[in-house]
């Protein structure tokens, strides 16, 4: 279950937030034990600091959390996390010191740490639990701990229990809990229904190809999400080396992410016509495996020059982009795991992302700050379309030369969202260190800033 805040009562321990410069203020109004106890304890304040204190009979009277200075605390994502990771069990309450603006995005980071991907091993174990702070919507953020948590479960699981049926059984789930509607087009209907490049990149897998398609909402704006569900790759003939594939379970976490983003628009009811297309498919290895040096057809008429069957991602994004196109959304967006480019880039804690528009970046960039949800802006760079575009087809999927991967790939799916406002995340979808209220695995990236954007950007 998701975690949620705990019920409103009378005996939560208080939570003093003291950043490292207000100390001295807050402990002078403190009774002369609780100075001496700090003391004595080396609480200075710092980022992530938790210090319980006890009252004259050893119960815990309150407790301190530590919120740094501004500079720490820049460095830093969920800092009260930090701090709620080390207090006992328990039930909590803020007391003092959170400042307001931060206070949502907090209590997220606090709720987060009760995340644990039980499935295949018992992680049970109390944990300290929150109230929600005076002022949160505690519903909005228990809503954003759930789309996180959705997400999370999906990377998370491994693709013995998580290839392109199971994705359609979580998307088809979701639908259900929301009154949306699923339909999906699988195995050889894609040929028939004109999606060539989903169909060859999953024809070597005996879990056929598909393309799943959910659609909610009948007004407002139109907002169309593709993920892609890549749910294992090998890299087809151009076979990645073990390590390289060792991860490969977390290459279907663009549709992960939007799956999470699709659950936070409908629990929050936005008023806009939602459609989220995933092509879901398994890159394997057989006879029937697409090669180095075909030419594809693709659903746009475009030709591809298949130099590298592991740039198979753009691929079946290609199709589901020209569905998406057809439609005419007021705003169209794709998330993927898409190229190791973006990883040299920025790291796996950014979500680097490519509009043309410039309303939508600046959006996209207050709402990132406000949500503790990092994402960084990368160039739709004209001049590198000659890159893409080589001597016997429309388009090559891996140019030569190893230069400006992420942009690349970027400018190749721009071709298929035609005339469209579109938008493109290329995500890494994993945390590969703990961090506070961000244990180690499968990742939302980008999501929870753009659904901070969204009112703005489509004037809902």
């Given at each position: 279950?998701?975690?949620?805040?705990?019920?409103p009562?009378?005996?939560?321990?208080?939570?003093?937030v003291?950043?490292?410069?207000?100390?001295n203020?807050?402990?002078?109004?403190?009774?002369?034990?609780?100075?001496a106890?700090?003391?004595v304890?080396g609480f200075?304040?710092?980022?992530?600091?938790a210090?319980?204190?006890?009252?004259?009979e050893?119960?815990?009277e309150?407790?301190l959390?530590?919120?740094?200075?501004?500079a720490?605390?820049?460095?830093r994502?969920?800092?009260?996390?930090?701090a709620?990771?080390?207090?006992?069990?328990?039930?909590?309450?803020?007391?003092?010191?959170?400042p307001?603006?931060?206070?949502?995005?907090?209590?997220?980071g606090?709720?987060?740490?009760?995340?644990?991907?039980?499935?295949?091993k018992d992680a049970?174990?109390?944990t300290?639990?929150?109230?929600?702070?005076?002022?949160?919507?505690?519903?909005?953020v228990?809503s954003?701990?759930?789309?996180e948590?959705?997400?999370?479960?999906?990377?998370?699981?491994?693709?013995?229990?998580?290839g392109?049926?199971?994705?359609q059984?979580?998307a088809e789930?979701?639908?259900?809990?929301?009154?949306?509607?699923?339909?999906?087009?699988?195995?050889?209907?894609?040929?028939?229904?004109n999606f060539?490049?989903?169909?060859?990149?999953g024809?070597?897998?005996?879990?056929?190809?598909?393309?799943?398609?959910?659609r909610?909402?009948?007004?407002?704006?139109k907002?169309?999400?593709?993920g892609k569900?890549?749910c294992?790759?090998?890299?087809?003939?151009?076979?990645?080396?073990g390590?390289?594939?060792?991860?490969m379970?977390?290459d279907m976490?663009?549709?992960?992410?939007?799956?999470?983003?699709?659950?936070?628009i409908?629990?929050?009811?936005?008023?806009?016509?939602l459609?989220?297309l995933?092509?879901?498919?398994?890159?394997?290895?057989?006879?029937s495996a697409?090669?180095?040096?075909?030419?594809?057809?693709?659903r746009?008429?475009?030709t591809?020059?298949?130099?590298?069957?592991d740039?198979?991602?753009?691929l079946?994004?290609?199709?589901?982009?020209?569905?998406a196109a057809e439609?005419?959304?007021d705003?169209?967006?794709?998330?993927?795991?898409?190229?190791?480019?973006?990883?040299v880039?920025v790291?796996?804690?950014?979500?680097?992302?490519?509009?043309g528009?410039?309303?939508?970046?600046a959006?996209?960039?207050?709402?990132?700050a406000?949500?503790?949800?990092?994402?960084?802006?990368?160039?739709?760079?004209?001049p590198?379309?000659?890159?893409?575009?080589?001597?016997?087809?429309?388009?090559?999927?891996?140019?030569?030369?190893?230069?400006?991967?992420?942009?690349?790939?970027?400018?190749f799916?721009?071709?298929?969202?035609?005339?469209?406002?579109?938008?493109?995340?290329?995500?890494?979808?994993?945390?590969?260190?703990?961090?506070?209220?961000?244990?180690k695995?499968?990742?939302l990236?980008?999501?929870?800033?753009?659904?901070a954007?969204?009112?703005?950007?489509?004037?809902?």
């Amino acid at each position: 279950m998701p975690p949620v805040f705990a019920e409103p009562g009378p005996d939560a321990c208080p939570v003093h937030v003291i950043a490292s410069d207000e100390l001295n203020s807050w402990l002078s109004g403190q009774p002369q034990r609780v100075q001496a106890w700090a003391s004595v304890q080396g609480f200075t304040g710092a980022c992530g600091q938790a210090l319980t204190v006890p009252d004259a009979e050893g119960r815990i009277e309150m407790a301190l959390a530590g919120y740094g200075s501004a500079a720490q605390r820049a460095r830093r994502r969920f800092v009260l996390a930090e701090a709620a990771q080390k207090l006992p069990a328990g039930t909590y309450r803020i007391a003092s010191g959170l400042p307001a603006e931060n206070a949502a995005s907090e209590a997220l980071g606090w709720l987060l740490t009760a995340y644990r991907f039980d499935r295949y091993k018992d992680a049970t174990g109390e944990t300290a639990a929150l109230q929600a702070p005076e002022g949160v919507d505690a519903a909005a953020v228990e809503s954003l701990a759930a789309a996180e948590c959705l997400t999370r479960d999906l990377i998370n699981t491994p693709a013995s229990d998580m290839g392109p049926a199971e994705l359609q059984a979580a998307a088809e789930a979701l639908a259900q809990e929301f009154g949306a509607e699923a339909s999906v087009i699988l195995g050889e209907d894609l040929l028939e229904q004109n999606f060539p490049l989903i169909h060859t990149v999953g024809r070597a897998s005996p879990r056929a190809p598909r393309l799943i398609d959910l659609r909610w909402g009948s007004s407002g704006p139109k907002l169309t999400l593709v993920g892609k569900g890549v749910c294992f790759d090998t890299g087809g003939l151009n076979l990645k080396p073990g390590n390289s594939m060792a991860l490969m379970k977390k290459d279907m976490g663009g549709a992960a992410n939007v799956l999470g983003l699709a659950r936070m628009i409908m629990d929050a009811g936005l008023n806009l016509q939602l459609r989220v297309l995933i092509p879901t498919v398994e890159n394997a290895v057989s006879g029937s495996a697409f090669r180095p040096g075909d030419v594809l057809m693709s659903r746009k008429g475009l030709t591809v020059e298949n130099n590298n069957t592991d740039a198979e991602g753009r691929l079946v994004l290609a199709d589901a982009l020209a569905l998406a196109a057809e439609d005419a959304p007021d705003l169209l967006v794709s998330m993927a795991t898409l190229t190791g480019a973006a990883r040299v880039a920025v790291g796996p804690d950014l979500s680097p992302f490519y509009t043309g528009h410039e309303g939508d970046a600046a959006a996209l960039a207050v709402s990132a700050a406000r949500t503790a949800d990092p994402v960084w802006r990368m160039p739709f760079h004209e001049p590198y379309e000659s890159m893409i575009e080589p001597g016997i087809a429309d388009l090559d999927n891996a140019p030569s030369g190893g230069f400006a991967g992420s942009i690349t790939a970027a400018l190749f799916l721009r071709r298929f969202a035609g005339d469209t406002r579109y938008m493109h995340f290329d995500i890494y979808g994993w945390t590969p260190s703990a961090a506070p209220a961000r244990p180690k695995g499968g990742a939302l990236q980008g999501a929870r800033a753009l659904f901070a954007a969204l009112p703005e950007m489509l004037e809902l």
